[in-house]
């Protein structure tokens, strides 16, 4: 029975899957995983079944360049965390969990953008604080979505998930940038030619783009200046392919609107100015944080170990 480490406790059901097939170690640690942590692992299980910033690097892989280890099942769609090219040298598949967090990763999209466009943080902290002195009519004034334009960064499966609840629950015109051609969108959009071009459209720019090496960084100050001076940037995709220090002098400096971040550059690290700004809302990167998905999400990475030690072709490789 091949020997299976689990990186994060996951739902019940899911360990008991992994558990009938495997013999299964969780880890009991909510921290990701070092590099040295790494190195020991791959020496040590036949699969293992890691999740955000867990340190596959390139590093982890020339420390061991025969590793024991022969399938990464990532739990989650983004793998940035693991160099998969430097896996693959080494003889490691990898395999992801797409189309389980699609509508939910959409949904937190939506709830950013309202937040952040309707202020909602803001008016909270207020009542919060015992600062609310009562309705007036100029108080917490904010971007009426409706009918408005959004800028979808990455149309794949979750893009294409926030441009629906966008167009057909608020009316709001789609725009996107992506890299290939999309030739059916799924509803009224337009791809526009370049990045920059859709950041000066929108009045909401929403990223979801996958973290590779080609996307780290693409929002940058040059990015962001192509932005309405009233417009607001939600960012549901990865912190990396963000320049979060741009993205803070741009919300310090007045030259957006505001912000609405799942994700961080440095996560779990979140940058004191960042928090500091009325105009930004900041959620723990809860994108897929239901029961139901996260079940989903984890019997999709058991059946990826599942099919590959029983020698049949991966459901979902990377």
């Excluded at 441009?163 to 791809?191: I, L, T």
Aim: hydrophobic letters at 45%; charged letters at 20%.
């Amino acid at each position: 029975m091949e020997r299976i480490l689990i990186a994060r406790r996951l739902p019940e059901t899911v360990l008991d899957a992994a558990r009938a097939r495997f013999d299964v170690t969780m880890r009991d640690n909510t921290a990701p995983m070092g590099l040295d942590e790494v190195v020991d692992v791959l020496q040590a299980y036949d699969g293992i079944l890691p999740t955000i910033g867990d340190a596959f690097s390139a590093e982890a892989f020339r420390k061991v360049p025969q590793p024991r280890t022969r399938l990464l099942a990532n739990f989650g769609v983004g793998y940035n965390h693991i160099d998969v090219a430097a896996a693959k040298a080494a003889g490691v598949a990898v395999s992801n969990t797409p189309g389980a967090v699609t509508d939910a990763t959409a949904d937190i999209a939506l709830t950013l953008m309202l937040m952040t466009c309707r202020r909602a943080g803001e008016g909270e902290r207020m009542v919060r604080a015992g600062q609310w002195e009562g309705w007036h009519p100029t108080q917490l004034l904010g971007l009426h979505m409706t009918g408005k334009t959004v800028g979808i960064v990455g149309m794949g499966r979750i893009g294409k998930a926030i441009a629906r609840r966008a167009h057909f629950g608020f009316g709001m015109e789609v725009v996107f940038y992506n890299r290939s051609k999309v030739a059916d969108p799924g509803m009224p959009a337009r791809q526009l030619d370049g990045l920059h071009e859709v950041m000066a459209t929108a009045d909401v720019v929403v990223l979801a783009l996958p973290a590779t090496a080609e996307t780290r960084h693409i929002i940058d100050a040059k990015a962001l200046a192509a932005m309405k001076p009233t417009g607001y940037l939600v960012n549901i995709a990865r912190g990396d392919i963000m320049d979060e220090a741009a993205l803070i002098a741009a919300l310090q400096e007045g030259r957006i609107a505001g912000a609405g971040l799942d994700v961080y550059e440095f996560e779990p690290r979140v940058p004191p100015a960042l928090i500091a700004l009325e105009n930004v809302t900041l959620l723990p990167h809860m994108g897929t944080s239901t029961h139901e998905v996260r079940e989903a999400m984890g019997m999709m990475a058991v059946e990826n170990l599942v099919a590959f030690f029983d020698g049949k072709p991966l459901p979902n490789p990377v």
